[in-house]
């Protein structure tokens, strides 16, 4: 199929979709009885003409355009309407199971989203920031220092992709789609910096763009929502003065440093998504988790050893959780540099998983 | 009913979207089914809780469900059926942190056994 018709399909049919479920919409509120679409009235005698069949034959019309005609619903009326609706709702399942099955949609990232779903996406990512930011409650970042401190985080961790004034991301980055946006014209000026805050954060799900949240501590978070904010002040000159000035940031993860409590199984089951053990396992109860690189964790409550080496002890488990490769130098399982707090939260977590069906 | 036809269609659309299993990975003079008598006279039971084989459940070391998906044998050498013999031969000789023992697996068992446990995926 070539590209052209199947773009133009596929917005036709998102579009009709849209359109359809925003005419649903105006029908529900203008209309009392949304399901009643056609309306039954009595066959006049003169409509039947000679044929008996057709004497009994009943009349559909619109009931949006036939308001002084529409006679009360009648059970057969509604029957049909189901039927049509199950019908239209069986048709539309085959069809969005078929463009998956034959792979209609092109994934491929040299080839752009289709307008209307480019902007239909990014729409949605907006608002969905949009709405979840609401609940932030914003510090005070007109302090020249938040500029500065998130200016050297900036440029550690967010450069690569996104660029900077007078400066192109690297090579990796230019081949992402959707593209990371130049956060000048965009973020810099039109989101609000508790948006900024959100997306550095939780990241987003659908783009290359990575949550921040177990890297970077809540206050480098608000530096760097800071430095975004101020990104279209920035001439190109002015970043390569900052450039020459400031020194360089010490490595992600490695910055907050708070003293571990004891383990939380329900933030441990959070924060292990976040340290890619997904990648790997298969953790009873995490979508995606259904990996075979290293062996299932159902059942890794009351498994013997940790690793294959390791008595299964709490003390081990965190041991083995910090550094694998320090207990058993062969072992396949990398140092995932995981915070104190998040071991012992991943461990607790851990203990919960005392299935080996994997239930 | 008239939706009744549309059903079936949309069985078989799904039914294609079904996964063709593929045939294990051959390891050369390996017997599956002689693997799995071979299985439970090492008594591999005993820490392993192996699907297709009766035993105890057992969770002292991981269980083999899958092993033949596994990217690594023992955590430690690539899956492969060279190295799975070679682990299911003498796994301390291969890595001395590891708490799965020497069996005195013989090389013509260890090939039946691996052959069984490509056949687990």
Known sequence: ?359 | MRICPLLPALCLLLGMVGCAKTPPVQVAGGDAQRGTSAIARYGCTGCHTVPGVSGPGSNVGPPLAMIAKRTYVGGILANTPDNMVRWLRDPPGVDPRTAMPNMGVTEADARDIAAFLYTLQ
């Not at chain 1, 849209?18 to 009643?36: I, K, M, Q, S, T």
């Not at chain 1, 000026?189 to 949550?211: C, D, L, N, Q, S």
């Not at chain 1, 294959?308 to 694998?324: K, S």
Request: proline share 8%; net charge positive.
């Open chain 1, 1 to 359: 199929m070539g590209k052209r018709i199947r773009t133009l399909i596929i917005d036709a049919a998102l579009g009709a979709a849209v359109a359809a479920f925003l005419f649903r919409l105006a029908a529900d509120r203008g209309n009392r009885e949304p399901l009643r679409l056609l309306e039954k009235r009595n066959q006049p005698r003169s409509f039947g003409k000679n044929s008996p069949e057709k004497a009994d034959q009943e009349v559909y019309v619109p009931a949006s355009i036939t308001p002084v005609l529409a006679a009360p619903v009648h059970r057969a009326a509604r029957t049909i309407k189901l039927r049509t609706l199950a019908i239209l709702a069986t048709l539309g399942a085959i069809g969005a199971a078929a463009f998956v099955y034959f792979g209609v949609y092109n994934v491929a990232a040299t080839e752009q989203h289709t307008a209307l779903v480019y902007h239909l996406l990014h729409y949605a990512m907006k608002r969905s920031v949009s709405v979840r930011a609401d609940k932030v409650n914003v510090p005070d970042l007109s302090s020249p220092d938040h500029g500065r401190k998130g200016f050297i985080l900036y440029r550690e961790h967010c450069l690569q992709c996104h660029g900077a004034p007078g400066v192109a991301p690297e090579p990796a980055a230019l081949g992402l789609r959707p593209e990371p946006l130049d956060l000048a014209e965009r973020a810099g000026k039109e989101w609000r910096p508790a948006e900024i805050y959100r997306v550095i954060k939780h990241g987003i799900k659908p783009t290359g763009m990575p949550a921040w949240e177990f890297r970077l501590s809540e206050e480098d978070l608000w530096n760097l929502t800071a430095f975004v904010k101020l990104l279209p002040t920035i001439s190109p000159n002015e970043y390569k003065d900052r450039d020459q000035a400031e020194p360089p940031a010490k490595p992600a993860g490695m910055t907050r440093s708070v003293a571990a409590g004891p383990g939380d199984a329900k933030a441990g089951k959070y924060a292990m998504q976040q340290y890619l053990c997904t990648t790997c396992h298969s953790i009873p109860g995490v979508t995606g988790a259904d990996k075979t690189v290293g062996p299932p964790l159902g059942g890794i409550a009351n498994r013997m050893y940790i690793g294959g080496v390791l008595v299964n002890t709490p003390a081990n488990m965190i041991r083995w959780l910090r550094n694998p490769q320090e207990v058993d130098p062969q072992s396949a399982m990398p140092n995932l540099r995981i915070k104190e707090q998040d071991i012992r939260d991943i461990a607790a977590f851990l203990y919960t998983l005392d299935d080996q069906s994997g239930k």
